[in-house]
Antibody, heavy 119, light 107 residues
């Protein structure tokens, strides 16, 4: 069955970077894009961007341009999202979610990774 | 940028019908997707393309979309339906995914 397993919680200091991973299994890795989205405490969902597993092409939300970097490893069927220059308001649960293409519904989500930014 | 508006909470008695609105300018011209999120769990797709249901989602869940409001309808509500529900659209103008703020359903 489909599984998307995310890496564990992280605590980072302001100005640092964090790298979150999503290990995908149970489906054909190259058939589905992977989105990244976050949810700050008590807040709604905010889209960070998307990566195409074929070739690794990315599209990032404008407000994260220059600060987010998404990659994938086809050998290990794992996606990565790195966010740099962390601030306290980056504290959130970060999710990955797959979709058949970039503009349709997201049919399966990872369990989420809590990133806490604190001095 | 495009904005989707949801009420923070909706309450409904067991066995009754819950209707959760999602408002946006001419949202009827867009495809709306709905997700259910229970505490501590990952979101689950419950409705896509306004009114389609993924396999495994009960027929009690339905959706509609017209004008400036999309609506998620849950009939014969039970305690297991208590969750946050949020709507989602692809904003073509800004090449950006947009989410509603979410609605907490209390049964």
């Amino acid at each position: 069955q489909v599984q998307i397993l995310q890496s564990g919680a992280e605590v980072k200091k302001p100005g640092a970077s964090v790298k979150v991973s999503c290990k995908a299994s149970g489906y054909t890795f190259t058939d589905y894009y992977m989105h990244w989205v976050r949810q700050a405490p008590g807040q709604g969902l905010e889209w960070l961007g998307i990566i195409n597993p074929n070739g690794g092409g990315t599209s990032y939300a404008q407000r994260f341009q220059g600060r987010v970097h998404m990659t994938r490893n086809t050998s290990t069927t794992t996606f990565y999202m790195e966010l740099s220059s962390l601030r306290s308001d980056d504290t959130a649960v970060y999710y990955c979610a797959k979709s058949p293409n970039s503009m349709v519904e997201w049919d399966y989500w990872g369990q989420g990774t809590l990133v806490t930014v604190s001095s | 940028s495009y904005v989707l508006t949801q009420p923070p909470s909706v309450s409904v008695a067991p066995g009754k019908t819950a209707r959760i609105p999602c408002g946006g300018s001419n949202v009827g011209g867009m495809s709306v997707h709905w997700y259910q999120q229970k505490p501590g769990q990952a979101p689950v797709l419950v409705i896509y393309y306004d009114s389609d249901r993924p396999s495994g989602i009960p027929e009690r869940f339905s959706g509609s979309n017209s004008g400036n409001t999309a609506t998620l309808t849950i009939s014969r509500v039970d305690a297991g339906d208590e969750a946050d529900y949020f709507c989602q659209v692809w904003d073509n103008s800004n090449d950006h995914w947009v989410f509603g703020g979410g609605t907490k359903l209390t049964v």
